[in-house]
């Protein structure tokens, strides 16, 4: 792949002439770009010498005034050059196609959270910061215009003409946990992974819309991701707005919204009918604050897999008082967690029960 650099470089440079007419591309940059990948995708370096190098690269950059936008688009690119690269290289099945394909992105994914960070780092570096033009804010106004727009399904028979830097057709939309003051700083960092992306707010919460799988900074993790399909990209953002309610209430890094579409359906419900359910299965539990301790030991029964000693411990209360909370709960709400439906049920009617889970978000 290393002799394939020069090439490589052109095809770059070719690309993001393309879609970006109105920046300048320095090829010195895009050809060291992509020796910092080869070096981090073949993991010849250490995370700490990775972050070192875009940083580097970045403080380059920024010497020959390469704004820190341009310089995060040619990271996009040139990682995604390679990946093209390594699966022109395979002359095996479609499965080892597919094998390298996830392999590679998600090792691309991981690298393009330190080059991000190492730029943003240098952006915020004394005597290289960019002061914004006037028009760069007029144009952050422009796209939150089109977000709002495009989000609002009444407007899903004549969407609004895209920005000239997006490359539609739309087909992602990524969205965040509410950030509250980290709002502002989060977009910006969106905005420097996904040059070629529609990123504005929802309420509190970033909101990305993209031809290409977006890549998300450090900061808007745990997100959600959801396929823009037929039914528009309004549907889409609302799923992706519920599946990050998922990925926060589970912990986990991320979540697409197909993969979590039955719990996404309950909660588009409305609230009155979200309610009626909890109560149906949790009864007092949910409704009465005197019973916020038996609610407590129901939610940590279930997340230890039913073992109630492991339970007791994490609620640090004696095993036999804690069973005794099991059989209080059984006779309040009729649950009988031995039986898998019921256990389903209250999982959900917890779930509905997380503060942060909303029936309408944004």
């Known amino acids: 792949m290393r002799r394939r650099l020069p090439a490589l470089t052109s095809d770059v440079l070719t690309r993001l002439r393309a879609h970006h007419p109105d920046s300048a591309f320095d090829g010195a940059c895009v050809h060291d770009s992509l020796s910092a990948w080869l070096a981090a995708l073949a993991d010849e370096a250490a995370d700490e010498e990775i972050s070192a190098r875009f940083h580097g690269l970045a403080t380059a ?22 990946l093209r690269g390594f699966i022109t290289c395979l002359t095996r099945s479609q499965s080892d196609v597919m094998d ?10 991981e690298v393009i959270q330190t080059a991000t960070a190492a730029i943003v780092g240098t952006h915020r570096t004394p005597g290289t910061e960019r002061v914004p033009r006037p028009r760069d804010a007029d144009a952050h106004h422009r796209d939150q215009a089109v977000v709002e727009a495009l989000l609002d399904p009444r407007t899903s ?33 969106a905005r420097a992974a996904n040059p070629a992306a529609l990123v504005g707010r929802c309420a509190d919460r970033v909101v990305l819309l993209t031809g290409d799988r977006p890549l ?16 528009g990209v309004a549907q889409a953002a609302q799923q992706a707005l519920r599946a990050a309610e998922v990925a926060g209430r589970f912990a986990v890094d991320h979540v697409e919204a197909p993969t979590a579409l039955p719990l996404i359906t309950v909660m588009a419900q409305d609230q009155e009918e979200r309610d009626a359910f909890v109560a149906s299965c949790l009864g007092p539990l949910c409704t009465d604050t005197r019973h916020a301790h038996l609610e407590e030991t129901l939610r940590a029964y279930l997340e230890h897999g039913l073992c109630a000693a492991a339970a007791a411990r994490s609620l640090f209360v004696h095993r036999r008082t804690f069973e005794y909370r099991l059989q209080q709960i059984k006779q309040l709400t009729g649950l009988d967690l031995t039986h898998p439906l019921h256990r389903l049920r209250a999982e959900i009617a917890l779930y509905l029960c997380t503060p942060h889970v909303t029936s309408r978000s944004g």
């Open 100 to 109: 390298v394909n996830v392999m590679v992105s998600r090792r691309i994914i």
């Open 157 to 189: 028979t004549c969407p609004p003409p895209l920005p000239s830097h997006v490359k539609g057709p739309l087909r992602w939309c990524a969205a965040s946990l509410p950030l509250g003051d980290r709002l502002l700083q989060a977009l910006r960092r």
């Open 61 to 82: 950059g920024a010497g020959r005034g390469i704004a820190p936008d341009v310089i995060a688009a040619i990271q996009q690119a040139a990682a995604e050059a390679l």
């Open 216 to 231: 998300l900074p450090e900061d808007l993790r745990p997100h959600g991701l959801a396929p823009v399909t037929y039914e």
